[in-house]
Nanobody, 125 residues
Framework: QVQLVESGGGSVQAGGSLRLSCAYTGGTYSMAWFRQAPGKEREGVAG????????YYSDSVKGRFTISRDSAKSTLYLHMNSLNPEDTGMYYC?????????????????????WGQGTQVTVSS
């Protein structure tokens, strides 16, 4: 059984940084971070492909966020710098990509079989 548990969210002022963690059990898969702001659809933020280690970012976070994985600790991270109020939302960890070509599907909600419960990030101006 795959379990994903996010942590590290909180409140921060614009320009600040946070590091999110996602502890996972039950297997190793391609994984990603998503976020969902109130009243908006869930969107892919960053993904990391199993095997190749290829990394993908949405344009809105490229250059500010960094996704990484520590396989020894079975933990996925999202380092977030230069945060702004538009980054506010619930952040989710996702695992087990079911798409054929990860580079084309990493950002799709429907591409993942397992999800964590989320951790809230609030950025004030």
């Amino acid at each position: 059984q795959v379990q994903l548990v996010e942590s590290g969210g909180g409140s921060v002022q614009a320009g600040g940084s946070l590091r999110l963690s996602c502890a996972y059990t039950g297997g190793t898969y391609s994984m990603a971070w998503f976020r969902q702001a109130p009243g908006k659809e869930r969107e892919g933020v960053a993904g990391i492909e199993l095997g190749t280690g290829h990394i993908y970012y949405s344009d809105s976070v490229k250059g500010r966020f960094t996704i990484s994985r520590d396989s020894a600790k079975s933990t996925l991270y999202l380092h977030m710098n230069s945060l702004n109020p538009e980054d506010t939302g619930m952040y989710y960890c996702a695992a087990h990509s079911i798409g054929i070509t990860y580079s084309l599907t990493w950002y799709l909600v429907t591409n993942y079989k397992y999800w964590g419960q989320g951790t809230q990030v609030t950025v004030s101006s």
